[in-house]
T-cell receptor
Framework: GEDVEQSLFLSVREGDSSVINCTYT??????LYWYKQEPGAGLQLLTY?????DMKQDQRLTVLLNKKDKHLSLRIADTQTGDSAIYFC????????????FGTGTQLKVEL | GAVVSQHPSRVICKSGTSVKIECRSL??????MFWYRQFPKQSLMLMAT?????????EQGVEKDKFLINHASLTLSTLTVTSAHPEDSSFYIC??????????????FGPGTRLTVL
């Protein structure tokens, strides 16, 4: 089975960088994703990375993928109070029919 | 573009009644929709995969007679919680994949439905 683990909570000061980590066990993933969930709402796709890439940068977001260690991270530069939310990593698999396996979620709190 | 709506956003019902939740793709056709359940401060648990015109595929441990899924058109899937009980209280989220979808298989998520069973 697939297990995707994240640390539960991260607190940062406004303007600092945030790094949210994710570890997974199944190496057959095709794409890995980062989603943001605000209270009482659905999920918003922030970014994704193909499994044969090491890094992807998109404005304030940087995704790093270490396939050897099965480790995925999301760095948010210049974190703002509006970034406070729960962040989920997720992976899809070859032959998985678009199914996603979600991580346990990390609650990011941005303090002034 | 790529908006998914859910209705209702919140519902409170009595134990033993049935509740229907609708998931609509507003500006695209969805060959596949997914239904998730999320408990407070927990991750999303996939309940079932809904394909237009065919029977839903349920994940292990999800009772198909309890959670009825119908995907009658390319823009609408419904989840009916039958004979609801307090333990069915949860946040239900649907997602949709666009027909002829993107290479990275993006799922577009609805805003969720909060079900409370008294």
């Amino acid at each position: 089975g697939e297990d995707v683990e994240q640390s539960l909570f991260l607190s940062v000061r406004e303007g600092d960088s945030s790094v949210i980590n994710c570890t997974y066990t199944d190496s057959s993933s095709t794409y890995l994703y980062w989603y943001k969930q605000e209270p009482g709402a659905g999920l918003q796709l922030l970014t994704y990375i193909f499994s044969n890439m090491d890094m992807k940068q998109d404005q304030r977001l940087t995704v790093l993928l270490n396939k050897k260690d099965k480790h995925l991270s999301l760095r948010i530069a210049d974190t703002q109070t509006g970034d406070s939310a729960i962040y989920f990593c997720a992976e899809s698999f070859t032959g998985g029919g678009n199914k996603l396996t979600f991580g346990t979620g990390t609650q990011l709190k941005v303090e002034l | 573009g790529a908006v998914v709506s859910q209705h209702p956003s919140r519902v409170i019902c009595k134990s033993g009644t049935s509740v229907k939740i609708e998931c609509r793709s507003l500006d695209f056709q969805a060959t596949t929709m997914f239904w998730y359940r999320q408990f407070p401060k927990q991750s999303l648990m996939l309940m079932a995969t809904s394909n237009e015109g065919s029977k839903a595929t349920y994940e292990q441990g999800v009772e198909k007679d309890k959670f009825l899924i119908n995907h009658a058109s390319l823009t609408l899937s419904t989840l009916t919680v039958t004979s609801a009980h307090p333990e069915d209280s949860s946040f239900y989220i649907c997602s949709a994949v666009s027909e002829g979808g993107l290479s990275y298989n993006e799922q577009f998520f609805g805003p969720g439905t909060r079900l409370t069973v008294l």
